[in-house]
């Protein structure tokens, strides 16, 4: 961890919290139990202990997470947010557990009312395990690229790992007459008929998510037209539960090529770079049976002729396939090309606050 982030982590905690840090490689160990962090002593001895860890063998992620779940267990408190926050740079490659098993151990802990979030530090890390026992331990999950994801996350973005704000949220989303579906993407969703149900296990403080629809219009719609209404029902910090909508959603002349919100603006970012990605794949596939086809019949007319030279003028199928090779090859480049100018455009409208280093660049 980088001191300057577990320097602000510490600084966030108040004298009523309990924190306790468990490490984790070829071993588990205590590293600091259980304790109020009341005095500037007891947070200097936190970043001594720290800034002493130095990277030793392997990674044990469940048992880590065994041990985390424990100290939580042993100081629960139902006034108290109860919540374990695993960080790793690596894969579980000591425990020999099952993703299955990972994701009971969450389960099971958050029917105690104790959650976890997750924070993935580095391509190495199993990121795909991490939000999948974020999701199932009913907390948050976060991947960190660099310095500055770091900073953000243990300064402003802590709420957002650890205060549920909502939990069991089930919303609706019910088109109008006329409005027929495409594609929807974002969180667990099932549809009936004109409506699209989402849920999602936990919200936290300060947080938001996502949930985009693709649809069809089979007759005009103008400015100021319903296109949709929105319902969500939850449960709040305190066992109440809440009702709320329809939110009705209102065809809204956009003004150019891009999204006015920033959010949706950003999440169609992420959309975009996606699709053009599996068109790519799906095109260079293409051109990988295309250049079988040619050594094919490049080889049968070696064969033909006596197995002369490589150097023998294209056959008319040869011909054929060899510009289509380069039709497709084409088409890719301009796909490139048209996704680039598309994703810069977004990244721009942004400031260039997103998408530093993951997109368009």
Same mark, same amino acid.
């Given at each position: 961890?980088?001191?300057?982030?577990?320097?602000?982590?510490?600084?966030?905690?108040?004298?009523?919290?309990?924190?306790?840090? %468990?490490?984790?490689?070829?071993?588990?160990?205590?590293?600091?139990?259980?304790?109020?962090?009341?005095?500037?002593?007891?947070?200097?001895?936190?970043?001594?202990?720290? +800034?002493?860890?130095?990277?030793?063998?392997?990674?044990?992620?469940?048992?880590?997470?065994?041990?985390?779940?424990?100290?939580?267990?042993?100081?629960?408190?139902?006034?108290?947010?109860?919540?374990?926050?695993?960080?790793?740079?690596?894969?579980?490659? %000591?425990?020999?557990?099952?993703?299955?098993?990972?994701?009971?151990?969450?389960?099971?802990?958050?029917?105690?009312?104790?959650?976890?979030?997750?924070?993935?530090?580095?391509?190495?890390?199993?990121?795909?395990?991490?939000?999948?026992?974020?999701?199932?331990?009913?907390?948050?999950?976060?991947?960190?690229?660099?310095?500055?994801?770091?900073?953000?996350?243990?300064?402003?973005?802590?709420?957002?790992?650890?205060?549920?704000?909502? $939990?069991?949220?089930?919303?609706?989303?019910?088109?109008?007459?006329?409005?027929?579906?495409?594609?929807?993407?974002?969180?667990?969703?099932?549809?009936? $008929?004109?409506?699209?149900?989402?849920?999602?296990?936990?919200?936290?403080?300060?947080?938001?998510?996502?949930?985009?629809?693709?649809?069809?219009?089979?007759?005009?719609?103008?400015?100021?037209?319903?296109?949709? +209404?929105?319902?969500?029902?939850?449960?709040?910090?305190?066992?109440?539960?809440?009702?709320?909508?329809?939110?009705?959603?209102?065809?809204?002349?956009?003004?150019?090529?891009?999204?006015?919100?920033?959010?949706?603006?950003?999440?169609?970012?992420?959309?975009?770079?996606?699709?053009?990605?599996?068109?790519?794949?799906?095109?260079?596939?293409?051109?990988?049976?295309?250049?079988?086809?040619?050594?094919?019949?490049?080889?049968?007319?070696?064969?033909?002729?006596?197995?002369?030279?490589?150097?023998?003028?294209?056959?008319?199928?040869?011909?054929?396939?060899?510009?289509?090779?380069?039709?497709?090859?084409?088409?890719?480049?301009?796909?490139?090309?048209?996704?680039?100018?598309?994703?810069?455009?977004?990244?721009?409208?942004?400031?260039?606050?997103?998408?530093?280093?993951?997109?368009?660049?």
């Amino acid at each position: 961890m980088y001191e300057k982030n577990h320097n602000i982590f510490i600084e966030k905690v108040r004298p009523q919290d309990i924190v306790s840090v %468990v490490i984790f490689d070829d071993r588990v160990e205590l590293l600091i139990k259980p304790v109020h962090v009341q005095e500037q002593a007891d947070r200097d001895e936190f970043r001594r202990l720290v +800034n002493n860890l130095r990277p030793r063998g392997s990674t044990n992620i469940f048992s880590g997470m065994e041990l985390g779940y424990a100290q939580v267990e042993a100081n629960y408190n139902p006034d108290y947010t109860n919540r374990v926050i695993l960080l790793t740079d690596g894969m579980d490659n %000591v425990s020999r557990k099952s993703r299955r098993e990972f994701l009971d151990l969450s389960i099971g802990l958050k029917e105690k009312d104790i959650c976890i979030s997750t924070i993935s530090l580095g391509a190495e890390a199993d990121i795909n395990l991490m939000v999948d026992i974020a999701i199932e331990g009913g907390g948050s999950s976060r991947f960190i690229t660099d310095r500055l994801v770091m900073e953000q996350t243990f300064g402003s973005e802590l709420d957002r790992l650890i205060v549920t704000a909502a $939990r069991d949220l089930k919303m609706e989303l019910v088109l109008s007459d006329g409005i027929g579906l495409e594609q929807t993407w974002g969180y667990s969703n099932r549809i009936s $008929r004109n409506t699209i149900h989402y849920s999602i296990g936990t919200l936290h403080n300060g947080d938001y998510e996502t949930i985009m629809a693709e649809v069809v219009l089979d007759k005009p719609f103008y400015p100021g037209d319903v296109l949709a +209404n929105f319902f969500i029902s939850y449960e709040d910090i305190s066992g109440l539960s809440i009702q709320e909508g329809p939110f009705p959603i209102i065809v809204n002349q956009e003004n150019g090529v891009l999204f006015s919100d920033e959010r949706v603006r950003e999440a169609e970012g992420y959309i975009s770079l996606a699709r053009g990605l599996i068109d790519l794949g799906m095109r260079a596939d293409h051109i990988r049976l295309l250049q079988q086809e040619f050594s094919r019949l490049a080889y049968e007319q070696r064969n033909a002729e006596g197995n002369v030279p490589n150097d023998l003028p294209d056959t008319p199928r040869m011909q054929v396939t060899r510009r289509y090779i380069i039709e497709e090859a084409g088409n890719c480049l301009k796909l490139v090309e048209s996704l680039w100018d598309h994703l810069t455009m977004i990244k721009t409208s942004l400031n260039d606050s997103i998408y530093s280093k993951g997109l368009a660049t």
